[in-house]
């Protein structure tokens, strides 16, 4: 899902954000983190929404943020992480505890 958000925004996700999702929080905590590039809310709204559909469809933390840092990206390992825990706190928080969880073990075993 991430990987066809920087080829061309899908349809689906430019539907709105489920109702739950708070879009100015999640923008909010990037903003805090210094997260701009010059990209646009929208764009950045869609990356956030596209996290949420690929943790629904069971990719991991790791999946994830390699997408994001793909060479030609321009987001560094530390914004991947803020922008992935921005995602799942504001938007779809019902993946926040896995991918805490996540990054638990990954730290466990580094």
Do not use: W
């Not at 701009?36 to 943020?65: P, R, W, Y």
């Not at 803020?82 to 996540?102: L, S, T």
């Amino acid at each position: 899902m991430i990987r066809k958000l920087f080829l061309a925004a899908p349809a689906a996700l430019l539907l709105a954000a489920p109702a739950h999702a708070d879009i100015n929080g999640y923008l909010g905590e990037l903003d805090a983190v210094g997260i701009h590039h010059n990209i646009s809310d929208k764009l950045m709204v869609n990356l956030g929404q596209a996290i949420c559909a690929d943790f629904s469809e069971g990719s991991t933390v790791a999946d994830i943020g390699a997408v994001i840092t793909e060479p030609g990206s321009p987001f560094t390992p530390f914004e991947a992480g803020e922008i992935i825990f921005a995602a799942v706190d504001q938007i779809c928080p019902r993946y926040e505890a896995e991918a805490i969880r996540q990054v638990t073990e990954i730290r466990r075993i580094a």
